[in-house]
């Protein structure tokens, strides 16, 4: 079943936003979990708050857990135990970058699982993330107690000047066009885009996207038989 308090809690945190009170900042700590992999071995970085039911963050395309920071807080001020993980070539987080599927990346979300928790998880992915959301609980449906989207998108064609624009985020060589594109691609008119104006990967996107095209749609898009919470913004030009 739905985990309704957990899906609740998060619509409150999300719609709420800066207009809610501030929670207390909780100390984040560090584990690396370690797993084997027939290609190598793998090592991710994890950023923990809090104490609870154990949720899972998986970020964007090409970035890293500490675009979870406020949302990691929220939570872990809310009762739950609140885990962004770092792809690989992001901070701690090393392993193979070469001759990826989905798989790969769901095994790693899989075994931060079953570091952190002996029963299944939540799952919130975030763009890309929602795709390795979905991939991890097709492939170890036992780990998994129900996924959380936000801005699920990868099965609707971008407009052509949106993909140049998702693109040219990964190449911040000129300051103004790179945050040109940055709002372009990923923030409303009004909102403030310079908050992304760091923190892209470009090696850990090219694996990611590679990983992708490895991979059959069919194996991942369904997410297995887990309970599912979408929550898409309305002017979300990329998903």
């Known amino acids: ?70 949302l990691a807080t929220r939570l872990a001020d809310a009762g739950y135990e609140a885990a962004a993980i770092d792809p690989r070539g992001v901070g701690d ?33 975030h ?6 959301a979905r991939a991890t609980a097709a492939a170890h449906p036992a780990q998994v107690s129900a996924l959380v989207l936000l801005a699920a998108g990868g099965q609707v064609k971008i407009a052509p000047d949106i993909a140049k624009a998702l693109n040219d985020v990964f190449e911040p060589l000129y300051p103004e066009s790179h945050h040109a594109a940055v709002a372009k691609a990923f923030f409303a008119s009004g909102n403030d885009a310079s908050v992304w104006d760091g923190g892209w990967y470009k090696p850990t996107k090219e694996a990611q ?9 069919e194996t991942w898009t369904g997410a297995g038989s887990a309970p599912i919470l979408i929550i898409q913004a309305r002017d979300d030009v990329v998903a």
């Open 93 to 125: 987080s090393a392993g193979p970058m070469q001759g990826l599927t989905m798989a790969d990346f769901a095994d790693d979300v899989a075994a931060v699982a079953a570091r952190l928790s002996p029963g299944p998880v939540v799952l919130v992915g």
């Open 209 to 217: 996207m590679a990983a992708l095209r490895a991979t059959g749609p």
């Open 127 to 132: 763009a890309f993330g929602n795709r390795v």
């Open 1 to 70: 079943m739905p985990n309704i308090a957990l899906w609740t809690a998060i619509l409150a945190l999300i719609a709420g936003g800066s207009a809610m009170a501030q929670p207390a900042v909780l100390p984040a700590r560090h584990e690396i979990v370690v797993r084997q992999s027939p290609k190598g071995e793998v090592r991710l970085g994890v950023t923990i708050r809090g104490q609870g039911p154990v949720v899972l963050l998986i970020p964007s395309l090409g970035r890293g857990a500490a675009d979870f920071d406020d």
